[in-house]
């Protein structure tokens, strides 16, 4: 029964071994939330996973199947990746972003969780003093662990207040001191769902050139910002990234949320030719390899998991090709996401809250898959907290980097009437008892 008493709750915090609300693992909320409901006998609204709340794209299971089906599962696959995947990766980009990248220039990954791993491992070697990273945040939790697991520093820039041409001093500011070898971040953003502009776009191409820095884009949610039409191969408006201006560039691209086939773990790395061809001291002497490229495929991933399993590639790459030949329109598959969220958003407002994150230069942010919630001026771990007991499960804006109070909601798993109804009806208790 809701809410959740303190004594209960704090139990259960325990149990699981949590020391700070505000900067636990998604995965450490998911299994706070499955305990207690095992404690109260009722489901929570889990809000905290960004699980796909889709089926996945039938095309690739398809293709997948048949690959196994052919025996595809006794041959080691080629680290640098399948054919079909390398030429089918290039024409999708070609569509859906009109950039040029070669098919020797694109490599699969396990997921983009390996791609962002391995290539933060990689460009923090590039150069002797700059293995320091630039986060653009808020931004996904589980990228900045990872810097912090291969012992690389961090800095953060949180966009709330620099939007537009104010992002250019804070940039400078940073940059300048000469130890930043990237600049990280996902567009639409993970949990903002703010976009970057095209004023932004210029001004972090402009400094990357003049600091040599990498731009890596994390494109998980590529075309989903629902306010513009991307879904049309070939024809614009085409889905908005770096890759437009500048050749620094590394771009991450996941099958996981556009067609929601996060189970598989598949993704690819994209360079520029500028990027993969740069010849480095350092790649030289460690991996006998002076080309960015050649280290990364043959020097870390080869170590990390000796290539990606074959037939996710084969899945891949068909999603990709049905997509440019117009057989699947991956955006409007997806669109279902802005329409759960925009119920979602209106449930929190009516509730007392605020959008925290809330505009893309003069225009309110899309609808989609993640949007930003305060409530008054309470703080984010005691927000946090309080709606867990009240069956709603979250993570805060601290861990994914803010330095604003609220919290990160995902709409991936309000899939039913009976959820959305739970979750009103709890934001209402909620409110009811701590009015503003």
Same mark, same amino acid.
């Given at each position: ?7 209960? %709750?704090?139990? $259960?915090?325990?149990?699981? !071994? ?5 900067? $636990? ?5 998911? $299994? ?43 041959? %080691? ?14 024409? @999708?980009?070609?569509?859906?972003? !009109? ?138 408006? @085409? ?37 993969? &061809? ?19 495929? @043959? ?33 409007? &598959? ?6 759960? $969220? ?10 007392? @809250? ?7 230069? !003069? ?69 009811? !008892?701590?009015?503003?």
């Amino acid at each position: 029964m809701f809410p959740v008493s303190q004594a209960a %709750y704090d139990d $259960a915090i325990k149990k699981q !071994d949590i020391i700070q609300i505000t900067t $636990a693992t998604i995965r450490q909320i998911v $299994a706070l939330s499955n305990h207690l409901e095992d404690v109260v006998g009722e489901k929570f609204v889990h809000l905290e996973m960004g699980n796909p709340g889709l089926p996945p794209c039938k095309v690739g299971a398809q293709a997948e199947a048949t690959a196994l089906a052919k025996g595809i599962a006794s041959i %080691y696959p080629n680290t640098a990746g399948i054919p079909e995947l390398k030429q089918n990766g290039s024409e @999708f980009l070609r569509a859906f972003l !009109d950039i040029e990248v070669p098919p020797r220039c694109i490599i699969p990954t396990v997921g983009s969780m390996q791609a962002t791993f391995t290539t933060q491992l990689l460009l923090g070697q590039r150069q002797p003093g700059r293995n320091t990273f630039l986060l653009l945040t808020p931004g996904f939790p589980a990228q900045q662990h990872q810097a912090k697991i291969l012992g690389y520093k961090t800095v953060s820039l949180d966009i709330y207040d620099c939007r537009g041409e104010a992002l250019e001093a804070r940039l400078e500011k940073i940059l300048s001191k000469g130890d930043v070898t990237a600049i990280l971040y996902n567009n639409p953003n993970n949990p903002a769902w703010t976009n970057l502009t095209d004023t932004e776009y210029r001004i972090m191409a402009r400094l990357a050139e003049k600091y040599d820095v990498i731009i890596m884009e994390d494109l998980a949610y590529m075309g989903m910002d629902f306010r513009q039409n991307y879904g049309v191969p070939y024809e614009a408006p @085409f889905i908005p990234t770096i890759a437009k201006y500048t050749d620094r560039y590394i771009l991450f691209v996941s099958a996981s949320k556009i067609f929601s086939y996060a189970g598989q773990r598949i993704a690819m790395v994209c360079m520029s030719p500028t990027v993969a &061809d740069r010849r480095y001291d350092f790649f030289e002497n460690f991996y006998e390899m002076p080309r960015l490229i050649d280290a990364y495929v @043959f020097g870390v991933l080869y170590c990390a998991s000796s290539g990606v399993a074959h037939s996710p590639q084969y899945a891949f790459a068909e999603m990709m090709r049905a997509s440019y030949e117009g057989r699947v329109n991956f955006v409007a &598959d997806c669109s279902e996401y802005g329409r759960r $969220a925009a119920i979602a958003k209106k449930m929190f407002l009516d509730n007392g @809250f605020h959008i925290v994150y809330a505009f893309d230069g !003069d225009q309110p942010i899309s609808d989609g898959f993640f949007f930003t919630v305060g409530y008054g001026n309470m703080g984010s771990a005691d927000l946090q907290n309080t709606l867990m007991r009240y069956g709603i499960s979250t993570i805060s804006l601290n861990s994914t980097g803010s330095v604003q109070r609220g919290l990160r909601v995902c709409v991936s798993l309000l899939s039913d009437e009976e959820t959305f109804n739970n979750l009103e009806k709890r934001l209402v208790a909620f409110h009811k !008892d701590y009015p503003l």
